[in-house]
């Protein structure tokens, strides 16, 4: 089945606790992006790589990294997270312009 | 002034009712699109669009590019539409998205 895998769904942690978000899929799609999704807000683009290697900032990179070595996965990084990261995430990959997106399920971190 | 403005912002209706949600935006875009957040949180991608009108089901999605106005339809609405549906439009120049604040949209029995 063709999806995006996002792990964990649901993470609780304490500030300045390193955590990594991995993000998966099956695809074989050059775009890959992440979101953070809070009330009010809506979806903020974080960070997104449009092939092996390749990343950029989004709208609100401030206190995350990204890497993207192989195609397949895109983990999102928390070095020192903040309460303030307490959020909604989402990782979306799309085979390339004019196409569609695909969205993985969420994933619910809330940093103490 | 947002990029990409959605209306109404909440809508309740009656099982059946047929619902009409709207998105405005102001930039050159490449292609909109309509999402589906469920009230657990996944989104689901409904339609790309960069002319004319899609259908799938009961769902419909139009779009005006002149006018820099699309829409989507629900016919026969059921409770299971429940959701916040989205529109975001990709700029000319770049995969990136141009998120609207999303519609709420209750279907009570």
């Known amino acids: 089945e063709a999806q995006v895998t996002q792990n964990p769904r649901y993470l609780i942690t304490v500030t300045g606790k390193k955590l990594t978000v991995t993000c998966s899929q099956n695809?074989?799609?050059?775009?890959m992006s992440w979101y953070r999704q809070d009330p009010g807000l809506g979806l903020r683009q974080i960070y997104y790589?449009?092939?092996?290697?390749?990343?950029d900032k989004g709208d609100v990179p401030e206190g995350y990294k990204v890497s993207r070595k192989e195609k397949r996965n895109f983990p999102l990084i928390l070095e020192s997270p903040s309460p303030n990261q307490t959020s909604l995430y989402f990782c979306?990959?799309?085979?390339?312009?004019?196409?569609?997106?695909?969205f993985g399920s969420g994933t619910r971190l809330t940093v103490v | 002034k947002n990029e990409v403005e959605q209306s109404p912002q909440n809508l309740t209706a009656q099982e059946g009712e047929f619902i009409t949600i709207n998105c405005s935006y102001s930039?050159?875009?490449?292609?909109l699109h309509w999402l589906q957040q469920h009230p657990g949180g996944g989104i689901v991608s409904l339609f790309m669009?960069?002319?004319?009108?899609k259908k799938h089901g009961r769902l419909i999605a139009t779009i005006n590019i002149q006018e820099k106005h699309s829409s989507l339809h629900i016919t026969a609405s059921h409770p299971r539409d429940s959701a916040v549906y989205i529109c975001?439009?990709?700029?000319?120049?770049?995969?990136?998205?141009?998120w609207g604040a999303g519609t709420k949209l209750i279907i009570k029995p």
């Open positions: 979306a990959s799309s085979p390339g312009q004019g196409r569609g997106y695909t």
């Open positions: 669009l960069s002319s004319g009108k």
């Open positions: 790589s449009m092939n092996v290697e390749v990343t």
């Open positions: 695809m074989n799609h050059e775009y």
């Open positions: 975001a439009v990709r700029s000319y120049s770049n995969y990136q998205l141009i």
């Open positions: 930039v050159g875009i490449s292609a």
